[in-house]
């Protein structure tokens, strides 16, 4: 049980990581309708910000280079790490919502995200080029006494508390005026401007939202792991956060959650603990298969993800004793 | 003309080219309060495009558009539907995969709840608008034919039913000019005269329309005047039977040589 409880404390973390971050992908993705394939790239920014903010200046000596070192208490590293990323969602969203959409805001995406790594890999003086950062303490391990190989122990309340409040924020989304001007904007960005819908400015606040929580989920990764460099932010990064989201149920928030459970709990998790079958990378390539597959064959079947889109309604008066209920079925397609 | 004379649209020397090709070429036309103002032409005389360049879709190369007496030209289309000026599409454009009292409800205006700020912190005060909302949402649904549908997603509509649709947005969004683009586009004549009365009434109830229409039976019944447009300009305007007499849309148009 001793050796078996790290192993599922460590999954159960990854796990949490992941609800946070497709919580954030399905505000932008499946309410919102933007596609962002460089979602993990502001990841990357909150993992990069915190991990500075937390350590100290580099050791002399030590070859290492990286901005700031300011070491910082917690929460400060993952606030900050939060209103970075979101606001280089922002600026990502200035430049590309007011002239693209559909496809060509998609492609505009991915090349934000080429550039963001080539700069970090590249500029050894910003975050250590690409050995990165590492040897990030975590947070409040010291004040209560945990050893290093157990800082789940910390953080993993710490992660709990930080994923009912992302819940909690996308939760009132959902059964607000806001959260369903936000799926008239996937539904039909022309039609909902008719009507009154700045939807620039919705789209704008939407993808500082969404970026800003993948930096906490990046700052929660990196005082986790207590490292980052350039490989963990690699592209194939956010297609796994898409998956949980298909698979889940675009625009559910339970749904997504579902999505990262099975995604990073069962399949990535799950296939570390593999035995080695042929050549060592032939797991992991299995693993990507397996994700790719079940994407496909949903996107294919079941549109909806496992659990579908639900519609939370504010408005319906309680006495006629409607409440949550599911959306009467969906073309599933998105043809906005 | 004082700004305090003019007619609720002012459409003053619009231009618009898309490349080499004048969609529309210095128009200039008219809506005034309370009527229902007809515009028509063959396909390609830039009627849609006129109804973009008014409703904020489209930008101007040049002219000015002026409604309730202000100059909208440089307003983005929400600031103007805020202001009132809404519009349907010739394509029905509903958010399909919401339902249809969703689609009513997304066009009442200055709702609470709709930022995300307001969304987090004022929810009692969203929740009772919301509530107010919801029952005028549902009164529209009756009145437009469509309660039975209430909960259906938008996009299992009939083409009539999402004309109706779009007509209970319009009313629902306190609308003070709706530009109608094709309302009749594939209506089913059982439909289409439902349509004509809802058209009538939200008249009576003091919204002004600019209808771009095809059929002239729908024009001849609803438009008290009409604009005829042509390659990028307006030809004439007056009462169908004026315009019917005019030899340029009787060539243009009807397809008649006098």
């Known amino acids: 049980m001793s050796t078996l409880l790290p192993i599922f404390a460590t999954a159960f973390m ?27 790239t502001f990841v990357a920014i909150g993992a990069y910000v915190a991990g500075v903010l937390t350590l100290g200046k580099p050791p002399a000596g030590s070859g290492e280079t990286y901005i700031l070192g300011l070491n910082l208490p917690f929460p400060i590293p993952i606030v900050l790490a939060a209103l970075v990323a979101g606001l280089f969602g922002g600026l990502l969203a200035l430049t590309v919502f007011r002239r ?37 303490p975590t947070p409040l391990a010291s004040t209560f006494g945990v050893p290093p190989q157990n800082t789940y122990m910390v953080l993993i309340p710490i992660g709990l508390v930080i994923l009912a409040l992302v819940w909690w924020v996308a939760h009132c989304i959902d059964l607000s005026p806001y959260g369903r001007t936000l799926r008239a904007i996937r539904e039909g960005r022309d039609a909902a401007a008719a ?85 060592e990378s032939l797991v992991p390539a299995i693993r990507n298969m397996v994700i790719g597959g079940m994407v496909i064959l949903v996107l294919y079947f079941r549109p909806r993800g496992m659990v579908g889109e639900t519609r939370p309604q504010l408005g319906v008066p309680r006495r006629r004793g409607l409440g949550v209920r599911s959306a009467p079925g969906s073309r599933g397609e998105a043809d906005s | 003309m004082t700004s305090s ?76 539907a805020r202001a009132g000026l809404l519009r349907t599409f010739q394509l029905s454009q509903e958010w399909p995969n919401l339902t249809v009292i969703e689609n009513v409800l997304l066009a009442a205006p200055e709702q609470i709840g709709e930022t995300l700020w307001s969304a987090l912190s004022a929810r009692r005060r969203m929740r009772r608008q919301e509530e107010e909302n919801w029952g005028r949402a549902e009164h529209l649904l009756a009145v437009f034919g469509l309660t039975a549908l209430r909960d259906q997603l938008a996009w299992t509509l009939s083409g009539g039913q999402k004309r109706l649709l779009e007509l209970a947005r319009i009313a629902m969004g306190r609308a003070k000019l709706a530009l109608l683009d094709e309302p009749m586009a594939g209506v089913s004549p059982a439909l289409r005269s439902s349509i004509i009365s809802q058209i009538r009434d939200m008249q009576a109830s003091g919204i002004s329309f600019l209808l771009v229409e095809h059929d002239l039976g729908v024009v001849g019944e609803l438009c008290s005047r009409v604009i005829v447009m042509a390659a990028g300009r307006v030809l004439t305007e007056g009462t169908l039977d004026e315009i019917r007499q005019h030899p340029e849309v009787a060539a243009a148009y009807l397809g008649v040589s006098r």
């Open chain 1, 100 to 136: 693209l959409r559909s496809d060509y805001l998609a492609i505009t995406t991915l090349c934000a995200g080429t550039v963001a790594f080539d700069i970090v890999t590249n500029s050894t003086g910003l975050f250590n080029g690409p050995n990165g950062i590492y040897g990030v």
């Open chain 2, 5 to 80: 004379s003019r007619p609720l649209l002012d459409v003053v020397q619009v231009h618009k080219a898309f490349g080499g090709v004048e969609a529309v070429a210095d128009c200039s036309f008219n809506v005034v309060e309370g009527e229902i103002c007809g515009l028509i032409g063959p396909n390609g005389a830039g009627k849609s495009t006129a109804v973009g360049l008014i409703g904020g879709a489209l930008r101007g190369d040049r002219g000015q558009v002026w409604f309730a007496e202000q100059d909208v030209t440089s307003w983005p289309a929400h600031r103007r």
């Open chain 1, 195 to 279: 009507f009154g819908k700045n939807t620039l400015r919705l789209q704008l606040g939407v993808m500082i939202l969404g970026c800003a929580i993948a930096g906490i989920g990046g700052a929660l990764t990196v005082e986790f792991v207590g490292a980052f460099n350039p490989s963990a932010f690699e592209t194939v990064e956010t297609f796994v956060v898409y998956a949980a989201v298909i698979l889940g149920g675009p625009g559910n928030n339970l749904g997504v959650i579902l999505g990262a459970v099975l995604v990073q709990g069962v399949i990535i998790q799950g296939s570390l603990y593999l035995p080695t079958i042929g050549a």
């Open chain 1, 14 to 40: 990854y796990v949490i990581i992941y609800a946070i971050l497709s919580i954030g992908l399905n505000l932008q993705y499946g309410v919102t309708g933007i596609v962002n394939f460089t979602y993990y």
